[in-house]
């Protein structure tokens, strides 16, 4: 497909071997003659034989495949930033379960195939009803994934338009969803025991045989190393990359010689104030954004309809999701989008210049996806 007519973008090599050579062999396909297998049956076959070459669709950076997911996270570069929006028992697309019981199965394999590909730096963001996360939460838990802020997506009165039947269904008209914030828990080792970032920190210190205030000469400051990183309180801050360079120099200078390196991951060398900075989730929040998103269910043109009807029930807002990926990515990263529908986060991240690897398993909803990522900025 061409994009001669699509704003110019140079592209860039795939970024693993095994990356390239799929896009390579795929490239020449016939979009509009994909063919999904049956979603139930694509659901249930996991293919993990080497000789599987998936059916892609190419923009820039960002690709859309048609398939199970799961065949192909261990294919895709690591993500920065996760935007799941799958199963919420609602039977809202085909294989979405009719009630929440199954949905934390549902999510299973996908909630240790993320665990198992994400870095220090990545955030998921779990849309869902308020009762389908609360469902999942337990398991993201179990597998590492530590609670950030859960987002109240309020679409509005205007979303009910006066039609619920309260008396009927017993409680008031809900107007919202739930797109829940997730960072992958960090873990340093050390001695064989494992401990938290905070931990770490002073473990280091006191291993190095140096007293905690000279960690605040080692910073240049008066108090605030001790008072802000070397607390062991709950009001504990992540010391900035030229603090850790600062305080590993230190210590490594200072600290007993039997012991070094200290601040180290490998045993080999201290690691960098910039190595330090990726051992948390990117975030940064433009002003005036809070936990509480007043926005409209999407309408007008942005609602992709056939003969008027909505194609797809779940269709998100591309002024969220842009938000979601301004405050936890950077130009350039990997945006994963497992369960892509229309595929609206990677369309955010096509327009902010992310690199996104979405799948979809229908081939109606990815026949649309690619026109879509294709020509979305054609006026
Ligand atoms: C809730 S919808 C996503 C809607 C999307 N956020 C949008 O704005 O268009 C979930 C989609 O994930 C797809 N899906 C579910 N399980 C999948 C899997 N294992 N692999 C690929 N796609 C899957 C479904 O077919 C469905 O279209």
């Known amino acids: 497909m061409a994009h001669s007519h699509s704003k110019p973008r140079s592209k860039r090599p795939a970024s693993t071997p095994e990356e390239t050579a799929v896009l390579r062999e795929d490239s020449q396909m016939d979009f509009a003659a994909a063919q999904a297998p049956e979603p139930r049956a694509a659901l249930g076959v996991h293919r993990s034989d080497a000789a599987f070459r998936p059916i892609i669709f190419q923009r820039d950076e960002s690709v859309i495949h048609l398939g199970n997911v799961r065949d192909l996270y261990a294919r895709w570069a690591a993500p920065t930033v996760i935007v799941s929006d799958g199963a919420y028992g609602l039977g809202s697309f085909p294989g979405d ?22 870095l220090p730096e990545t955030t998921l963001w779990f849309w869902n009803s308020e009762l389908g996360w609360a469902t999942v939460h337990p398991l993201l838990v179990e597998a590492g994934w530590e609670f950030r802020n859960c987002h109240v997506w309020d679409k509005g009165i205007a979303h009910i338009a006066g039609n619920a039947n309260t008396k009927t269904l017993r409680k008031f008209p809900v107007v919202t969803e739930v797109c829940v914030q997730y960072a992958k828990r960090t873990s340093f080792e050390q001695g064989g025991v494992r401990m938290s970032m905070k ?24 108090n605030a190393a001790t008072r802000k990183y ?123 210049r992310r690199r996104a690897l979405a799948a979809e398993c229908v081939a109606e909803f990815f026949n649309i996806a690619i026109k879509r990522l294709d020509n979305y900025d054609i006026f």
């Open 199 to 222: 931990d770490w920190l002073r473990y280091e210190w006191i291993r190095a045989g140096l007293p905690l205030w000279k960690t605040n000469d080692a910073c240049g400051v008066k």
């Open 230 to 352: 070397f607390t062991a309180d709950h009001l504990w801050y992540f010391p900035p990359p030229d603090a850790f360079d600062a305080l590993a120099r230190y210590a490594n200078a200072h600290g007993k010689p039997a012991g070094r390196p200290y601040f180290s991951r490998d045993g080999k060398r201290p690691m960098t104030g910039a190595e330090w900075s990726r051992m948390r989730a990117k975030f940064k929040c433009d002003a005036g954004i809070t936990n509480v998103w007043n926005e409209p269910a999407v309408r007008g043109i942005e609602r992709l309809k056939e003969k008027g009807q909505c194609i797809h029930m779940n269709q998100k807002p591309l002024r969220l999701l842009e938000m979601i990926l301004r405050a936890s990515s950077e130009e350039g990263d990997v945006v994963w989008e497992p369960f892509g529908g229309l595929c609206s986060a990677t369309i955010a991240a096509h327009k902010l």
């Open 97 to 118: 379960p009719h009630t929440i019981d199954g949905l934390a199965e549902w999510y299973r394999p996908h909630i240790e195939a993320w665990t198992r590909h994400a």
